[in-house]
Structure formats: C-alpha cells, structure tokens
C-alpha cells in the first residue's frame, strides 16, 4: 500500500492539487453545464444499487470531464484493500491488475490521502515503476486522480485517462473534484439505501425462518428466534444465513 507520506516529496509530473489553487480556478460555462447534466445521470433513482451508481459514475466522468478517455472507479474495503469496482473500458481493468500486482500507483495514493493526484506524463514519471510501465504497455498518456469522500465518508478513488499526455490541465482539475464531490454523494446515498434494503430482506427472511421452526416444533417466536441465535453463534455463521438456510435448504 503506498505510504502517505509520499504527498511530500511528489516528483514535478506528480502534482497533488492544493486547495487554495481550486479556489482560483474558473471552469467554462460549457464545461460546468456538462457536469451538471452527467451529476443528473448518477442522480438516477431508477439505479438506486451501489455497483449500479458506480458504474453510472465512471460512464458519466468519461463525457463530464475534459481529456478523458477511460474511467475506474477504485473502492477501499474496511481492511484497506482496493478493490476496482467500474470500469468503462479494459483500461481501468488492467490498471485495476496492475495496482493488485504492485501495490503502488498514483491512484491509490488518491484514495489513502483523499487528495487529488494528476500525473502529466506517463512517458517522464519515475515513481511508481510497475505501475507506470504497465500503464504505459496500454497506452496511457496521462492520468487523474481523484478522491472520493462526502462529509466522514471516504469511498476511494476515481482515476481517468487518456492516451494524450499533459490532458489535464485546471479545468479537468476543477470540474473533476466537483463532479468526485457529488458522486460521492450519490454513492453515499445509494450505499444507505443498500443497507435499508438488505436490512428489510433480513427482517423478512428471519420472520420467515421464526415461522418455520414454530410450525414444526410448536414453539414461540420468542423461543424459534433463540433457536436461531444459538445456531448462529455455535457455527460462527450470519443469522441471516442460518434463516436463509432454512427457509430454502438448496441454498
């Protein structure tokens, strides 16, 4: 996993954008009414799903942001992990490799600093030696990373590339971390939705399970329920599996 440390001595093609430098910067007319329509598109309540916002987010920065060609959306699970989960071309797939193959890589620098990483050009930059080597084999000129985080939530990162070098300049900069802003909201918003739906399967299957043991051996719900319990803490297995289970013993 990159260190965070290496914020503070990034080389010249790595530029880590600062705050006050994103302040300054005025994006195009065009250029923020095209963000604004692609934010719409990962608004979707009809893709309320997290894999399905994601992938609507990654589909979405590719016409949003000026310069990029590809998109990957990289996700840190809770133990730190990467994990590339939307892509909208094998670029990102392979990226997504490389990154588990080194364990380097400016995009993973993004989501461990919840900084913003731009690399201008593959063909100079000398860090991250199997990451760019690789990125260059598939054609990468140029690379954008950006953090994905709303309020105390921080999903990872979302990198864009190009074929073209020095791509990303301040606008793509600009437009880039506000469209990140946004999509991680959605993404946190389809995440909470996630969790209420799964939460309700739950209840239902429980209740289901409850019904099935009281039927068949003429106990309370209170006592059917404990039964489950029981059985999930001597398998170390999800109380909700021990009810699916029993609910459809195909499973």
């Given at each position: 996993?990159?260190?965070?440390?290496?914020?503070?001595?990034?080389?010249?093609?790595?530029?880590?954008?600062?705050?006050?430098?994103?302040?300054?910067?005025?994006?195009?007319?065009?250029?923020?009414?095209?963000?604004?329509?692609?934010?719409?598109?990962?608004?979707?309540?009809?893709?309320?799903?997290?894999?399905?916002?994601?992938?609507?987010?990654?589909?979405?920065?590719?016409?949003?942001?000026?310069?990029?060609?590809?998109?990957?959306?990289?996700?840190?699970?809770?133990?730190?992990?990467?994990?590339?989960?939307?892509?909208?071309?094998?670029?990102?797939?392979?990226?997504?490799?490389?990154?588990?193959?080194?364990?380097?890589?400016?995009?993973?620098?993004?989501?461990?600093?919840?900084?913003?990483?731009?690399?201008?050009?593959?063909?100079?930059?000398?860090?991250?030696?199997?990451?760019?080597g690789g990125a260059r084999?598939?054609?990468?000129?140029?690379?954008?990373?950006?953090?994905?985080?709303?309020?105390?939530?921080?999903?990872?990162?979302?990198?864009?590339?190009?074929?073209?070098?020095?791509?990303?300049?301040?606008e793509a900069e600009v437009?880039?971390?506000?469209?990140?802003?946004?999509?991680?909201?959605?993404?946190?918003?389809?995440?909470?939705?996630?969790?209420?739906?799964?939460?309700?399967?739950?209840?239902?299957?429980?209740?289901?399970?409850?019904?099935?043991?009281?039927?068949?051996?003429?106990?309370?719900?209170?006592?059917?329920?404990?039964?489950?319990?029981?059985?999930?803490?001597?398998?170390?297995?999800?109380?909700?599996?021990i009810a699916e289970h029993?609910?459809?013993?195909?499973?």
């Amino acid at each position: 996993m990159t260190d965070v440390s290496e914020t503070a001595i990034a080389p010249t093609a790595v530029a880590v954008v600062p705050p006050e430098r994103l302040i300054f910067s005025t994006p195009t007319v065009s250029g923020l009414a095209t963000v604004t329509a692609a934010l719409v598109q990962t608004l979707d309540l009809r893709r309320p799903t997290v894999d399905a916002t994601v992938l609507a987010i990654a589909e979405a920065a590719v016409h949003a942001i000026p310069g990029a060609e590809h998109c990957g959306v990289l996700l840190l699970h809770d133990d730190g992990s990467p994990e590339c989960r939307a892509a909208t071309s094998r670029v990102p797939v392979a990226i997504g490799s490389l990154i588990d193959e080194t364990g380097e890589g400016p995009c993973l620098l993004a989501a461990n600093t919840r900084a913003t990483v731009c690399v201008a050009d593959t063909a100079t930059e000398t860090r991250w030696v199997g990451y760019i080597g690789g990125a260059r084999r598939l054609g990468v000129g140029s690379v954008l990373c950006l953090p994905l985080t709303v309020n105390t939530n921080h999903f990872g990162s979302m990198s864009l590339y190009s074929t073209r070098s020095h791509v990303f300049g301040d606008e793509a900069e600009v437009l880039g971390t506000m469209f990140a802003a946004h999509a991680a909201a959605a993404m946190s918003r389809a995440n909470q939705q996630q969790q209420f739906r799964d939460a309700l399967d739950t209840r239902d299957v429980i209740g289901q399970a409850k019904g099935i043991l009281m039927e068949r051996h003429r106990v309370t719900a209170d006592q059917a329920f404990a039964v489950l319990v029981e059985l999930s803490q001597q398998t170390n297995t999800k109380l909700r599996v021990i009810a699916e289970h029993l609910v459809d013993p195909a499973r």
